[in-house]
């Protein structure tokens, strides 16, 4: 089987060429983006190998389909990038079920540190022997609110975090774990409440159609002022 590798990164070549050693699966890599320009790199493929910038639209999906490739291997979870409509009795398509969610939840928290203590601009300031205090203080995570959207595997190691750090909970999920609440204490309350009473929002759910843009104008008015949201999720949840 040949395979076109789309926005390869330096780092991704060991691991995959390790595990494709001795299967007969050939291997291309292509720097550049999968998307309607870039589609025609496909041609004398099987498959394709993309990732969350890559695009699948139905035009790709199409040329990808009269190009002869018939697998589209996704390297991560999420696959809104991709037309599954499209891909539909043509395309057979893969995607990751779960990998380091204890990664993705280290990252959450080592960000709503950062942004909330200050510590990237701390550091730019110290090259400079400059140790002033000046704006760079925050306030204590131990006894403030966060809401927590999207209960996944993710979502529910961060929880567990932010239990650790002494902070009241609430979190939405269209389909609330009545075990997983009664387990941690949590409360699953609907989003206005979360909005109106949360000093710190994190989003962990995927971005579908009823998620894109979830964090609007709108909502943010219900929010409170000063409130700080941290996404690592996909860029248009925001």
């Known amino acids: 089987m040949k395979l076109a590798f789309f926005d390869a990164k330096p780092y991704d070549r060991p ?15 292509f720097e550049t983006k999968l998307g309607e320009d870039t589609v025609q790199l496909a041609r004398g493929f099987d498959g394709v190998c993309v990732f969350v910038n890559d695009t699948v639209n139905a035009k790709v999906a199409d040329e990808l389909y009269r190009l002869g490739v018939r697998v589209i291997a996704l390297r991560c979870a999420g696959f809104n990038n991709v037309d599954t409509r499209a891909c539909r009795g ?53 006894g403030k609110t966060v809401g927590v959207i999207g209960t996944g595997k993710i979502a529910r190691i961060v929880i567990r975090i932010l239990l650790g750090f002494g902070m ?17 204490g949590i409360a699953y309350v609907s989003l206005d409440e979360l909005y109106r009473r949360s000093d710190i929002i994190t989003l962990h ?34």
């Not at 540190?113 to 000046?134: E, G, M, P, W």
């Open 90 to 142: 043509r395309l057979r398509i893969f995607r990751v079920p779960a990998y380091s969610p204890y990664a993705v939840a280290e990252h959450a928290m080592a960000l709503l540190l950062t942004v909330n203590r200050h510590t990237h601009k701390a550091y730019i300031r110290t090259r400079d022997f400059n140790f002033s205090l000046s704006g760079l203080t925050g306030f204590d995570l131990h």
């Open 205 to 238: 759910c995927p971005l579908t159609n009823e998620t894109k843009h979830l964090v609007n104008e709108t909502s943010i008015a219900r929010m409170k002022r000063g409130v700080m949201i941290v996404n690592t999720g996909r860029g248009q949840l925001i």
């Open 168 to 184: 009241e909970v609430l979190a939405y999920d269209p389909y609330p774990d009545g075990v997983f609440a009664r387990e941690t």
């Open 15 to 29: 691991g995959f060429d390790a595990h494709a050693a001795g299967t007969g699966l050939e291997i291309r890599y």
